[in-house]
């Protein structure tokens, strides 16, 4: 079996399924901050799921935290990255680690996908891509996603090889008023 190493950041919140369903076949990098959270995705495949520890928006321990990721397992293949806005240089950090990664960026529901993107210095080898979380609109009533649809879409995604993939929708898209169900 040919198994990727694969960078999860974000990993043991909504994204915990998703990183035990890649360990299956892959070599996870799981990056979190909660010690316990972690401790329950890696135990699902404590073989292929390697945690890290560390706060994403304290660059330096982000930083040397990759640098043993990658020291250990070799270079990411894809990256999967839920980071927060507002945290610094942490996804650029992570970008600079993965020089020749496939790059899923998980963006909020209230991000510009043009400018995320726009923020970041990619180079020619790195394939990147976006998964936008929405909402869902049921009869007149709106709520978040669950974190099985939001593991179901990313996966989707990454089967698909969308470069750019809305999970629900965006709250300017739909008047919920004015649906017709």
């Not at 293949?77 to 240089?89: C, T």
Request: hydrophobic share 35%.
């Amino acid at each position: 079996m040919n198994r990727k190493h694969i960078l999860l950041v974000g990993g043991t919140g909504m994204l915990a399924g998703l990183a035990s369903y890649l360990a299956i076949e892959h070599n996870v990098t799981v990056i979190g901050r909660n010690k316990e959270k972690m401790a329950s995705v890696v135990q699902r495949n404590p073989e292929t799921c390697h945690p890290l520890i560390v706060d994403y928006c304290d660059e330096e321990l982000l930083s040397n935290a990759l640098q043993r990721a990658v020291q250990k397992n070799g270079p990411f293949d894809r990256v999967i990255a839920w980071v927060h806005r507002g945290s610094g240089k942490a996804m650029q950090l992570i970008l600079n680690h993965s020089e020749t990664a496939e790059v899923i960026h998980i963006l909020g529901s209230r991000a510009n996908p043009e400018y995320e993107k726009a923020c970041l210095c990619l180079n020619e080898q790195q394939l990147y891509r976006q998964v936008q979380l929405g909402e869902m609109h049921e009869l007149a009533s709106v709520r978040w996603l669950t974190h099985d649809e939001i593991v179901k879409g990313v996966h989707n995604a990454i089967q698909n090889q969308d470069d750019y993939r809305l999970i629900g929708t965006r709250k300017d898209d739909v008047d919920v008023h004015s649906r017709n169900d």
